[in-house]
């Protein structure tokens, strides 16, 4: 059963940094694609930020140059590095995935982030 487990969720002040990481397990044959979700409260689900296998990464416009996205495939890890946080980042992130020779994609059961003072 493959499960994406995230941790790193926190209470931080405004311009302070956290860091989220997604650990995947069971039958897995490696990440394919990695994406950070989050929802506030009231609002939709949106997209952070995306990794391909290859690489490449894709960014909010509300989030760039604040969060980077990694991975780490050796560890079936993924990683989302937030700088500058803002109140308005307080949300629920959540990470997804999809792997290789896996069909479907997979949710982690979210974490949450506060930006507060």
């Known amino acids: 059963q493959v499960q994406l487990v995230e941790s790193g969720r926190g209470l931080v002040q405004p311009g302070g940094s956290l860091r989220l990481s997604c650990a995947a397990s069971?039958?897995?044959?490696?990440?394919?694609?990695m994406g950070w979700y989050r929802q506030a409260p009231g609002k939709q689900r949106e997209l952070v930020a995306s990794?391909?296998?290859?690489?490449?990464?894709n960014y909010a416009h509300s989030v760039k140059g604040r969060f980077t996205i990694s991975r780490d495939n050796a560890k079936n890890t993924g990683y989302l590095q937030m700088n500058s946080l803002k109140a308005e980042d307080t949300a629920v992130y959540y990470c997804?995935?999809?792997?290789?020779?896996?069909?479907?994609?997979?949710w982690g059961q979210g974490t949450q982030v506060t930006v507060s003072s």
């Open positions: 990794i391909t296998s290859g690489g490449s990464t």
């Open positions: 997804n995935a999809d792997f290789l020779l896996t069909p479907g994609e997979y």
């Open positions: 069971g039958s897995i044959f490696g990440i394919n694609n």
